[in-house]
């Protein structure tokens, strides 16, 4: 997120302040108000103790991974046969999330939208030109950090990834109870940006036991 507030100081364009969790929970409160008789699922389960907390980190969660109402709402008819139950509270969970998100951009800036925010400003950003990035200390990424890293590829000069996995595999050879399974998944997601962006790829580097420290 630094780096999204260094490229938003630079360029501008954000003109709206960041609200805390007290006000994204008031806008849930008025969210679900507005809508609690077309609610199917949720109507009576949105006055329990923790429901509004519990929503607040679902659309954390959704903003992370760049699912928006229109793509839960695809998903709801695909399920509305084999799981009805699911379909429905897809549905709740949509139309909820864009009220929500309709009152949050009226005036606010949710930093669970910054990244998403990052990526679309990067393209007309110049600060980063032939940069050179170190990445360190990830065992994986969320789609946004993806998207945000696929931009970076474009723009800079190179960008350095530093693993903890004992070996690099592509897709077709992960293990998913493999211990390094989410580490080997980031390595093998980021060579595949890199070739769909013809970046090119440098040979890795392994940092054995007789390496010098890590710094």
Not at 53 to 61: A, D, I, W
Not at 96 to 107: N, T, V
């Amino acid at each position: 997120r630094r780096l999204a507030y260094r490229v938003f100081s630079s360029m501008g364009g954000v003109v709206h302040s960041h609200i805390n969790a007290a006000g994204k929970s008031m806008l849930l409160y008025r969210a679900i108000d507005k809508h609690r008789d077309k609610l199917t699922v949720y109507a009576r389960t949105a006055d329990r103790k923790g429901f509004i907390n519990t929503l607040g980190r679902t659309f954390s969660e959704l903003k992370r991974y760049m699912l928006t109402p229109e793509l839960l709402r695809e998903t709801a008819e695909k399920q509305q046969e084999s799981n009805p139950i699911l379909a429905d509270k897809l549905r709740d969970i949509a139309l909820i999330y864009e009220e929500f998100e309709g009152l949050l951009h009226s005036g606010y800036i949710d930093t669970d939208d910054d990244l998403t925010m990052l990526y679309n400003k990067l393209e007309n950003c110049s600060l980063f030109d032939n940069a050179v990035f170190y990445i360190d200390e990830f065992s994986g990424f969320t789609p946004q950090e993806y998207a945000v890293l696929e931009m970076l590829m474009k723009k800079s000069n190179r960008i350095n990834v530093a693993l903890c996995t004992d070996c690099l595999v592509d897709f077709t050879e992960m293990d998913d109870i493999h211990v390094f399974n989410p580490t080997q998944y980031a390595a093998a997601k980021l060579m595949e940006l890199a070739g769909r962006n013809q970046v090119r790829i440098e040979k890795p580097v392994r940092l054995d036991t007789t390496a010098v420290g890590k710094y």
